[in-house]
């Protein structure tokens, strides 16, 4: 399985709802990420876990908030958010978190906020 | 700080026709460098990503890129072009030593058409 399975793709939420998007591998992997990309625009690295661990956070608003329930699992929580926050919001995955490590991306949710 | 540079924002090309992306990086020694591939509300795919040794080097999907030091460059090339290449590509680089996968930069993007 080299598969970064991410729910829902699609996702549509007003400024006061709380909602999570999800993201899975089974691949052992122990690094995982979350990306931000807005339309016709690089992926922005969010956050990374390593060994289930929080170890980058570029600064991003608490109004996110990701969680490592165990090594497979990978959750962002998405409170109060503004609509400027409306992207395609990619999981990623590696072996570990060295520069030379091969992501696996997942296909991503497409967040809507209105 | 590493840099990435795709000059190019669109390229249309012919079915059946060569392909060629550019992609300049700028970094101080030799980085890792990687071009992944973006299908239309997908995620990223690797193509093929080079460290050291042979120059050229080949991916999937048919195609190949050459990394050239004195032109700071990483082009990718395809021989010929199937409609199904149709996405957007990405040059990404990594420091060689120190930092890790969360040190990866993306250039812009390259929006690759393909006509019939």
């Known amino acids: 399985d080299t598969e970064v399975t991410q729910t829902p793709k699609h996702l549509v939420m007003g400024m006061t709802n709380k909602k999570s998007l999800k993201c899975e591998q089974h691949m052992g992997h122990r690094a995982m990420y979350w990306y931000k990309q807005k339309a016709k625009k690089p992926p922005e690295l969010m956050f990374v876990y390593s060994y289930e661990k929080l170890s980058i956070n570029e600064s991003v608003p608490s109004r996110f908030s990701p969680e490592c329930p165990n090594s497979s699992l990978l959750n962002l929580h998405l409170h109060a958010l503004q609509p400027e926050d409306s992207a395609l919001y990619l999981c990623?995955?590696?072996?570990?978190?060295?520069?030379?490590?091969?992501?696996?991306f997942g296909s991503g949710t497409q967040l809507s906020v209105l | 700080a590493q840099s990435v540079t795709q000059p190019d924002i669109h390229i249309t090309v012919s079915e059946g026709a060569s392909l060629e992306l550019r992609c300049n990086y700028s970094?101080?020694?030799?980085?890792?460098l990687f071009w992944y591939v973006q299908s239309p509300g997908q995620g990223l795919q690797l193509l093929l990503k080079y460290f050291s040794g042979d120059t050229l080097v080949q991916g999937i999907k048919g195609f190949e890129a050459e990394f050239k030091r004195s032109q700071s460059s990483f082009n990718l090339r395809k021989p010929s072009v199937h409609w199904s290449d149709a996405a957007e590509y990405f040059c990404a680089v990594a420091p060689y030593s120190g930092g890790g996968a969360d040190g990866l930069t993306f250039g812009k993007g390259t929006h690759l058409i393909i006509q019939p």
């Open positions: 970094y101080g020694a030799t980085p890792y």
């Open positions: 990623a995955s590696s072996q570990d978190q060295g520069a030379s490590e091969k992501l696996f």
